[in-house]
């Protein structure tokens, strides 16, 4: 079945570091591929998307690439802050809108 | 832009009593939402997805009996614990969609956070 798999966490980085969350997935044709923010103690937050391959995914300084020939979608920033920590996840959907999510990594940014 | 209000944010009950969690679309009509259960560090889990006047679509493993949900209009699901037990503490949290379809966005409700004592 369908699946993600991202880098375990957690990651703790100072401000201003370059971020990388790794994200892999497993799923037959062409799903649509997520990345979402959960700030403590709340739900889930859209960061971005990309719906077919090579397309890049961008919002609040984060960019994610679907780079199918190696089934990935790896989260980036260039310089993160410390309103940045919180959880992410990586997620597909493939049809009748369901979401599968990987394991979420929790992010710390430290001043 | 679109808005799910999830309520209650914190809930506590006691062992064998029934705890009922309500998802709302605010500014606009769901036609389909979902629910999902969180463990504490750990993933987010389909649990069921539920369509405007028809019956849930439960995920495999997951007790219909145990966790009802309706959803009679399309504005409002709702999800039931039944008979909670401890184990059954954990973070729910709802999703909406517009419409029906492979490329419409979702939105999260804030969750709930059930504990059974």
């Known amino acids: 079945g369908d699946s993600v798999t991202q880098m375990e966490g957690p990651v703790t980085l100072s401000e201003e570091a370059f971020l990388t969350i790794n994200c892999t997935y497993t799923?037959?044709?062409?799903?649509?591929l997520f990345w979402y923010v959960q700030y403590p103690g709340e739900g889930l937050q859209l960061l971005l998307k990309?719906?077919?391959?090579?397309d890049k995914g961008s919002n609040k300084g984060f960019e994610a690439t679907y780079r199918k020939e190696t089934t990935s979608f790896h989260l980036e920033k260039g310089s993160v802050q410390v309103s940045d920590s919180a959880v992410y996840f990586c997620?597909?959907?493939?049809?009748?809108?369901?979401?599968?999510f990987g394991q979420g990594t929790r992010l710390t940014i430290n001043p | 832009g679109a808005v799910v209000s999830q309520h209650p944010s914190r809930v506590i009950c006691k062992s064998g009593t029934s705890v009922k969690i309500e998802c709302r679309s605010l500014?606009?009509?769901?036609?389909?939402m979902f629910w999902y259960r969180q463990f504490p560090k750990q993933s987010l889990m389909l649990m069921a997805t539920?369509?405007?006047?028809?019956?849930?679509?439960?995920e495999q493993g997951v007790e219909k009996d145990k966790f009802l949900i309706n959803h009679a209009s399309l504005t409002l699901s709702t999800l039931t614990v039944t008979s909670a037990h401890p184990e059954d503490s954990s973070f729910y949290i709802c999703?909406?969609?517009?419409?029906?379809?492979?490329?419409?966005?979702?939105?999260f409700g804030n969750g709930t956070r059930l504990t059974v004592t």
């Open positions: 999703s909406a969609s517009l419409v029906r379809g492979l490329d419409s966005p979702l939105h």
């Open positions: 997620a597909l959907q493939r049809g009748a809108q369901k979401l599968v």
């Open positions: 990309a719906t077919k391959a090579d």
């Open positions: 539920s369509n405007e006047g028809s019956k849930a679509t439960y």
């Open positions: 799923a037959t044709g062409y799903p649509s």
């Open positions: 500014d606009f009509q769901a036609t389909t």
